[in-house]
């Protein structure tokens, strides 16, 4: 993806080098939307329209929910297409939650 692609995405956070992540989870969640839509899960028009409808329930967020929204597109987008169900995501958040829970400090948190 080059930039033009990013220049649609509303308040993307961004440097000269391209997007910026201030948790490894944003790049996972970023990395997630830009590979399904290379695999043709939807048009990048579709992502940026999804991304821009959640920014818009949340008008006084200052940018730091920015990837809380992106990640609501992709569950709404991932659920509209039929691509997963919203209780297979409800599942998965339980698993990783859990997992959280269970992992000692410092270490890698495994399913």
Avoid: C
């Avoid at 990395?31 to 818009?56: N, R, T, Y």
């Amino acid at each position: 993806m080059s930039g033009p692609e990013f220049e649609a995405l509303p308040g993307l956070p961004q440097d000269r080098g391209g997007p910026v992540f201030a948790e490894p989870w944003h790049a996972q969640a970023f990395a997630l939307a830009v590979s399904l839509h290379q695999a043709g899960a939807f048009s990048w028009g579709e992502w940026a329209q999804a991304l821009s409808k959640e920014l818009q329930k949340d008008p006084a967020d200052d940018g730091s929910r920015y990837f809380q929204h992106w990640l609501a597109a992709l569950e709404n987008l991932v659920t509209g297409k039929q691509i997963a169900s919203a209780d297979a995501l409800r599942s998965r958040k339980s698993d990783w939650a859990e997992a959280y829970r269970r992992t000692p400090h410092g270490k890698p948190v495994e399913l």
